[in-house]
Nanobody, 122 residues
Framework: QVQLVESGGGLVQAGGSLRLSCAAS????????MGWYRQAPGKQRELVAI???????NYAHSVKGRFTISRDNAKNTVYLQMNSLKPEDTADYLC????????????????WGKGTLVTVSS
Protein backbone atom coordinates (compact mmCIF):
# COMPACT_ATOMS: atom_id res chain seq x y z
CA GLN A 1 0.00 0.00 0.00
CA VAL A 2 1.22 3.48 -0.85
CA GLN A 3 0.82 6.45 1.47
CA LEU A 4 1.65 10.12 1.00
CA VAL A 5 2.17 12.00 4.24
CA GLU A 6 2.51 15.78 4.31
CA SER A 7 4.06 17.83 7.08
CA GLY A 8 5.22 21.38 7.74
CA GLY A 9 1.99 23.33 7.68
CA GLY A 10 1.02 25.79 10.36
CA LEU A 11 0.25 29.39 11.23
CA VAL A 12 2.60 32.11 10.02
CA GLN A 13 2.47 35.88 9.69
CA ALA A 14 2.40 37.54 6.31
CA GLY A 15 5.91 37.80 4.91
CA GLY A 16 7.02 34.67 6.72
CA SER A 17 8.16 31.29 5.43
CA LEU A 18 7.20 27.66 5.72
CA ARG A 19 8.63 24.47 4.27
CA LEU A 20 6.28 21.64 3.42
CA SER A 21 7.40 18.05 3.00
CA CYS A 22 5.64 15.08 1.48
CA ALA A 23 7.01 11.55 1.74
CA ALA A 24 5.65 8.67 -0.29
CA SER A 25 6.00 5.32 1.43
CA UNK A 26 5.23 1.75 0.55
CA UNK A 27 6.18 -0.40 -2.37
CA UNK A 28 7.22 2.12 -5.04
CA UNK A 29 9.11 1.46 -8.25
CA UNK A 30 8.92 4.93 -9.75
CA UNK A 31 7.00 8.20 -9.65
CA UNK A 32 6.65 10.36 -12.75
CA UNK A 33 5.83 13.73 -11.21
CA MET A 34 5.22 15.02 -7.72
CA GLY A 35 3.37 18.19 -6.98
CA TRP A 36 1.56 20.41 -4.56
CA TYR A 37 -2.00 21.57 -4.92
CA ARG A 38 -4.03 23.76 -2.62
CA GLN A 39 -7.65 24.29 -1.83
CA ALA A 40 -9.02 27.24 0.07
CA PRO A 41 -12.51 27.18 1.62
CA GLY A 42 -15.14 27.67 -1.04
CA LYS A 43 -12.62 27.53 -3.87
CA GLN A 44 -11.55 24.92 -6.36
CA ARG A 45 -8.36 22.94 -5.96
CA GLU A 46 -5.51 24.53 -7.89
CA LEU A 47 -2.02 23.50 -8.87
CA VAL A 48 0.72 25.25 -6.92
CA ALA A 49 3.86 23.59 -8.27
CA ILE A 50 4.96 20.37 -9.89
CA UNK A 51 8.30 18.67 -10.49
CA UNK A 52 9.08 15.72 -12.75
CA UNK A 53 11.50 12.92 -12.02
CA UNK A 54 13.96 14.70 -14.29
CA UNK A 55 13.73 17.92 -12.32
CA UNK A 56 11.57 20.03 -14.63
CA UNK A 57 9.31 22.38 -12.69
CA ASN A 58 6.16 24.38 -13.26
CA TYR A 59 4.55 26.92 -10.96
CA ALA A 60 1.27 28.71 -10.65
CA HIS A 61 1.67 32.34 -11.68
CA SER A 62 0.60 33.49 -8.22
CA VAL A 63 3.53 31.78 -6.49
CA LYS A 64 6.35 32.25 -9.02
CA GLY A 65 9.38 33.82 -7.42
CA ARG A 66 8.12 33.07 -3.90
CA PHE A 67 7.77 29.26 -3.79
CA THR A 68 10.35 26.65 -4.72
CA ILE A 69 9.62 22.98 -5.28
CA SER A 70 12.32 20.34 -4.95
CA ARG A 71 12.48 16.58 -4.87
CA ASP A 72 14.59 13.78 -3.49
CA ASN A 73 13.97 10.86 -5.82
CA ALA A 74 15.87 8.40 -3.63
CA LYS A 75 13.55 9.20 -0.72
CA ASN A 76 10.39 9.65 -2.81
CA THR A 77 9.98 12.99 -1.09
CA VAL A 78 8.95 16.38 -2.42
CA TYR A 79 9.39 19.72 -0.70
CA LEU A 80 7.81 23.12 -1.09
CA GLN A 81 9.71 26.11 0.27
CA MET A 82 7.27 28.97 0.65
CA ASN A 83 8.65 32.47 1.20
CA SER A 84 7.02 35.89 1.37
CA LEU A 85 3.73 34.28 2.30
CA LYS A 86 0.52 36.24 1.82
CA PRO A 87 -2.90 35.84 3.44
CA GLU A 88 -4.24 34.64 0.09
CA ASP A 89 -1.88 31.65 0.33
CA THR A 90 -4.02 30.32 3.18
CA ALA A 91 -5.31 26.88 2.15
CA ASP A 92 -5.10 23.16 2.65
CA TYR A 93 -2.00 22.02 0.75
CA LEU A 94 -2.18 18.56 -0.77
CA CYS A 95 0.63 16.44 -2.14
CA UNK A 96 0.19 14.51 -5.38
CA UNK A 97 2.25 11.67 -6.83
CA UNK A 98 1.38 11.30 -10.50
CA UNK A 99 2.12 8.21 -12.53
CA UNK A 100 3.27 6.15 -9.56
CA UNK A 101 4.23 2.57 -10.37
CA UNK A 102 4.46 0.07 -7.56
CA UNK A 103 6.27 -2.42 -9.80
CA UNK A 104 8.23 -2.11 -13.05
CA UNK A 105 5.38 -3.59 -15.11
CA UNK A 106 2.58 -2.17 -12.99
CA UNK A 107 0.02 0.43 -13.90
CA UNK A 108 0.74 4.11 -13.33
CA UNK A 109 -1.66 5.52 -10.76
CA UNK A 110 -2.08 8.91 -9.11
CA UNK A 111 -2.00 9.17 -5.32
CA TRP A 112 -2.98 12.01 -2.97
CA GLY A 113 -2.03 12.92 0.55
CA LYS A 114 -4.58 14.08 3.11
CA GLY A 115 -3.28 17.63 3.21
CA THR A 116 -1.58 20.02 5.59
CA LEU A 117 -3.15 23.34 6.54
CA VAL A 118 -1.29 26.59 5.95
CA THR A 119 -2.71 29.72 7.55
CA VAL A 120 -1.17 33.12 6.85
CA SER A 121 -2.27 35.96 9.10
CA SER A 122 -2.21 39.59 8.03
Amino acid sequence: QVQLVESGGGLVQAGGSLRLSCAASGSIFSINAMGWYRQAPGKQRELVAIITSGGSTNYAHSVKGRFTISRDNAKNTVYLQMNSLKPEDTADYLCNAAGLKRYEWGSAVDYWGKGTLVTVSS
